[in-house]
C-alpha cells in the first residue's frame, strides 16, 4: 500500500540550515510533525534532546524521557518526539535546567541556559467582537480587551510575557524603531544581535557592536532586550 502519510524522517543533508551541524554519523534524522513553528525554523524534541543538549546516548532513551513527561515547552508537558521547538520557546527539561531556543551564528537553532520571561513576536491584529485578537510568530493568539495597556501593540512589535499560574500575562512591548536591539532569525547573518539604524516598509538596517552593517527583512528579525543579549553573552563567555 502507499505511504499517504508522507516522510517521517530526512536525509542529513537536506536538513534546514537552522538545525545544528555536526554530530552523529546518521543518514536520517527524525522530520518535526506540523505544529507551531514551520520545518525550516524548528527542531524536533528528540533531535534537542539527543544530539544538542546531548542528554541521552539514543533516540530511545531521548523519547524515553520526553514520554515520561519530563519536558516542558512555554510551560506545557509535551510527550510528542517530535513536536516543534523554535525561536524563543522556552524549554525546561526535569533535573537538568531551563532554557531559550536562539539562532547561534554559524550553528542555527541552540538552546542556551535561560531564567526569565517569554518573548514573542507580533505577526498579526485584528479587532473581534469588540477584543482585539493578536497573533504571534508561533501561531499562538491572545485576546486583549481594548481598554488594555497593551491593545495599542504594532505588528512587528516583541510582547514580553511572564508566566501567571498557567498563563502568560503580557507585560512589556518591544517596538520595532531605530535604536532597538534586534537578533537576526534568518538569513545569512542568522544569530547576529544588533542595533536597528533604520526601517523601511520591508527592510531594516542593523549595525553591531563590533562595527558590521547590514540590510536583512523584518521577517528575519525579532526585537529584544539587554536581558536576551546578557544570556547570550554569557553563553558565548562559557563556550570560549
Not at 530526512?10 to 546518521?26: A, C, E, L, N
Not at 531551563?98 to 541552540?110: E, H, W
Not at 542568522?190 to 536583512?216: C, H, K, L, M, R
Request: aromatic letters at 8%; hydrophobic letters at 35%; proline letters at 6%.
Amino acid at each position: 500500500m502507499a505511504n499517504k502519510g508522507g516522510s517521517k524522517h530526512m536525509k542529513v543533508s537536506s536538513i534546514p540550515s537552522s538545525w545544528p551541524r555536526g554530530g552523529k554519523s546518521v543518514r536520517f534524522l527524525a522530520k518535526p510533525r506540523p505544529g507551531p513553528h514551520s520545518t525550516q525554523y524548528s527542531l524536533p524534541l528528540v533531535l534537542l534532546i539527543r544530539d544538542v543538549l546531548g542528554l541521552a546516548s539514543t533516540a530511545k532513551e531521548a523519547r524515553i524521557t520526553i514520554a515520561t513527561g519530563k519536558v516542558r515547552v512555554n510551560g506545557k508537558v509535551r510527550k510528542e518526539d517530535k513536536f516543534p521547538v523554535g525561536p524563543f520557546d522556552l524549554v525546561s527539561v526535569e533535573s537538568y535546567g531551563n532554557y531559550c531556543i536562539l539562532p547561534k551564528k554559524g550553528v542555527g537553532l541552540y538552546p542556551i541556559p535561560y531564567e526569565g520571561p517569554r518573548y514573542l513576536r507580533v505577526e498579526r491584529k485584528a479587532l473581534y467582537a469588540g477584543e482585539y485578537q493578536i497573533g504571534f510568530h508561533d501561531g499562538s493568539n491572545m485576546l486583549l480587551a481594548k481598554d488594555s495597556p497593551f491593545s495599542t501593540v504594532k505588528v512587528g512589535s516583541t510582547l514580553v510575557l511572564e508566566a501567571s499560574g498557567e498563563k502568560w500575562v503580557p507585560k512589556e512591548e518591544l517596538q520595532l524603531k531605530e535604536g532597538s536591539l534586534v537578533i537576526v532569525v534568518g538569513g545569512k547573518n542568522e544569530g547576529v544581535i544588533g542595533t536597528v539604524s533604520s526601517v523601511s516598509e520591508d527592510q531594516v538596517n542593523i549595525s553591531t557592536p563590533q562595527g558590521q552593517a547590514f540590510q536583512t527583512s523584518k521577517d528575519h528579525i525579532y526585537v529584544v532586550d539587554q536581558r536576551i543579549v546578557d544570556a547570550v553573552s554569557s553563553q558565548e563567555v562559557k563556550s570560549a
